[in-house]
C-alpha cells in the first residue's frame, strides 16, 4: 500500500519545527552569515525545543523518532538556513555510529548525556588531503595496552570546534585500506586534541568547520565503535543513514527560493506588467516547483525504506544526488528571475545560493553518488528486459498468428547489427554488417497461436 500522507503527530512536528525556523533561524541567519559564526544559543534553543536529537532512543533519554520526523524537521530548518541546518543537523551524523555500533557500554555513557545534557557530537572521516576515498585515511590508531593512541589530523569538520565528542575515524594500518579502519568516540577535551581556526567558507558560514589535530591521544577500549577492519563498513551505514537528511536540505534550501521568487515575480514589474505574466517567467517556477517536489518524494522514499528497516543505501544515493543538484538548479533560476537584485547581498537568494553549493560536496559529492549507482547496475541489477540479443524485433510478420508467412521459421538476430533473419539456418553472410553466421543468434519465439 502506498500512502504519501503524514499521521496527525508528523504534521504536528513539521509545523514545530516550521514555527521554530521562522521564529529563531530566519531573522539571525544572514548576521551569522556575515560574521562567519555558529550562534550556540540558537542550537540551544532547538534542544530545548527537542527538534535536535530526533533519533536517539527513548531508553536512552532520546524521542526515538524516525529518519522520516528528521527530514520533516531539517526541511523546514532549511528552508530558513541551510547552513544552521546542517550545525543543528550534525549531532545526528556524529552519534550515528555510536547508535550503531555494537559497543552498549559506549551508549549506554554517551547517549543519555547527548540527550539531556546538551552534549553534541561530530562526524569525522575526512582528513586534509581525503574526502572522498575513505579507505585512504592516515590518521593512525596504534594498540597500546588495549588502548588505542590516535595520531594525524581531521579536516573539515562540521561542529568540531564546539562539539564535545567526535566519532573519529581512524586506520590501524594505511597499507591495508579498507581492512585496518576502525572508529572510535573520543572526548573533545582530552589531552592530545587540538582544534584548529575556523575554515573561511564561501557559504553555510553559520555552520562551524574546523580541522581537529590528535597528538597521541589515548583512547580507552571502552570507546571502540568498530574495531580495525570494520570502519569502514561503519562509515558507509552511517552516511546511507545520513544522506536523505542532506536532500532535505536540498528540498528546503530549494523550496524557499522558489517561495521568494514566486513573491518578486508578482511584484516586479517590466514592460508594463508584472514579470509573473511572461510564460519564460512562469516555465521557471514550474520547473522550480516540479524539482521541489520530486526531491521531497525522493527524499521520503529513502527516509521511509530506512525507518521500514530496508537497505536505503541506493535510494539514499539517489534522493541525496537528485535533490541537492535540484536545489542549485531551481536557486539559480531563481536568482535568474530576481536578475539584478538577485545577485545583490540585498535579497536572500545569493546566501541561499553560496548555502546550497555545498549540498553536491559533503556526505560523498555528487561524483560519488554516481559512482554508487553506476556500480550497482553493473554489478548488482536485475533488468526485467531480455538481452538485446534475445529480442526478435519482428517486423516481417506477426509471431502470434500462425497463418503469417513466416511462422514457425527460426529466427536468427545477428548480434552484431541486430539484423533478423528467418530460415532453417543463419545466412552465410549478416547482408547489413557483413559478419559471418557465427555473429548470428537463434532466438526462441513463443508458440504460434498462444
Ligand atoms: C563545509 C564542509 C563540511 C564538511 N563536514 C564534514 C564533517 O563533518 N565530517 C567529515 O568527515 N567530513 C566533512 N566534510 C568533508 C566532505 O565530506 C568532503 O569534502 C567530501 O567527501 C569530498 O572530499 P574532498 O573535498 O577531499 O574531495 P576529493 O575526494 O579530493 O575529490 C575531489 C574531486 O574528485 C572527485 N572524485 C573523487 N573520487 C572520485 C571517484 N572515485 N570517481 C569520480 N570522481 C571522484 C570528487 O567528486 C571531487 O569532484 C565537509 C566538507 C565541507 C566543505
Excluded at 534542544?47 to 523546514?76: F, K
Excluded at 548480434?415 to 537463434?442: E, L, N, Q, T, W
Aim: net charge negative; hydrophobic share 40%; proline share 6%.
Amino acid at each position: 500500500m502506498l500512502d504519501f500522507r503524514l499521521t496527525s503527530e508528523q504534521e504536528h512536528l513539521r509545523q514545530e519545527a516550521r514555527n521554530f525556523a521562522l521564529r529563531e533561524l530566519l531573522p539571525v541567519a544572514w548576521y551569522y552569515d556575515e560574521i562567519d559564526a555558529t550562534p550556540i544559543p540558537v542550537i540551544r534553543k532547538a534542544y530545548d525545543a527537542g527538534l535536535i536529537n530526533l533519533d536517539i532512543p527513548t531508553r536512552y533519554g532520546g524521542r526515538g523518532l524516525g529518519l522520516v520526523e528528521a527530514t520533516l524537521c531539517t526541511e523546514e530548518m532549511a528552508a530558513a538556513c541551510s547552513g544552521l541546518a546542517t550545525s543543528l543537523f550534525d549531532n545526528s551524523l556524529g552519534m550515528e555510529p555510536l547508535l550503531m555500533s555494537v559497543n552498549d557500554a559506549a551508549k549506554e555513557k554517551y547517549l543519555p548525556k547527548i540527550a539531556k545534557e546538551f552534549k553534541m557530537i561530530c562526524f569525522a572521516t575526512s582528513e586534509p588531503t581525503m574526502g572522498s576515498d575513505v579507505a585512504g585515511m592516515r590518521c593512525q590508531a596504534d594498540e597500546d595496552g588495549g588502548d588505542y593512541i590516535l595520531n594525524g589530523t581531521k579536516y573539515w569538520i562540521t561542529n568540531g570546534a564546539i562539539a564535545d565528542y567526535a566519532s573519529v575515524f581512524a586506520t590501524v594500518d594505511r597499507k591495508a585500506k579498507h581492512a585496518g579502519i576502525c572508529a572510535f568516540l573520543v572526548e573533545m577535551n582530552w589531552p592530545g586534541v587540538t582544534v584548529g581556526r575556523t575554515i573561511p567558507k564561501m557559504g553555510q558560514r553559520c555552520s562551524n568547520t574546523v580541522g581537529i589535530h590528535f597528538e597521541n591521544v589515548r583512547v580507552p577500549k571502552e570507546n571502540v565503535l568498530a574495531p580495525p577492519g570494520e570502519g569502514f563498513v561503519l562509515a558507509m551505514r552511517t552516511f546511507a543513514r545520513t544522506r536523505p537528511t542532506i536532500g532535505a536540505f536540498g528540498v528546503g534550501a530549494a523550496r524557499s527560493a522558489l517561495e521568494y521568487a514566486l513573491d518578486y515575480a508578482k511584484k516586479r514589474r517590466a514592460f508594463g506588467m508584472a514579470i509573473s505574466t511572461f510564460q519564460a517567467i512562469q516555465f521557471k517556477l514550474a520547473e522550480m516547483f516540479q524539482k521541489v517536489e520530486t526531491a521531497r518524494l525522493l527524499t521520503w522514499k529513502s527516509a521511509w525504506e530506512t525507518d521500514q528497516g530496508v537497505d536505503a543505501n541506493l535510494s539514499a544515493s539517489i534522493a541525496k544526488l537528485y535533490a541537492t543538484e535540484a536545489a542549485l538548479e531551481v536557486v539559480n533560476e531563481a536568482l535568474q528571475v530576481f536578475a539584478g537584485y538577485g545577485y545583490t547581498k540585498m535579497f536572500p537568494v545569493e546566501k541561499i545560493f553560496r548555502d546550497v553549493r555545498l549540498l553536491r560536496i559533503y556526505e560523498g559529492t555528487s561524483e560519488i553518488q554516481r559512482v554508487v549507482l553506476a556500480s550497482h547496475l553493473l554489478t548488482e541489477y536485475q533488468p526485467i528486459m531480455p538481452p538485446l540479443e534475445d529480442l526478435p524485433l519482428h517486423r516481417e510478420f506477426d509471431p502470434l498468428d500462425p497463418m503469417a508467412a513466416k511462422a514457425g521459421q527460426n529466427v536468427w538476430r545477428c548480434r552484431i547489427c541486430g539484423h533478423v533473419h528467418y530460415g532453417d539456418h543463419p545466412p552465410d553472410v549478416c547482408p547489413y554488417c557483413f559478419f559471418p553466421p557465427s555473429a548470428f543468434k537463434r532466438i526462441e519465439t513463443p508458440p504460434t497461436g498462444s
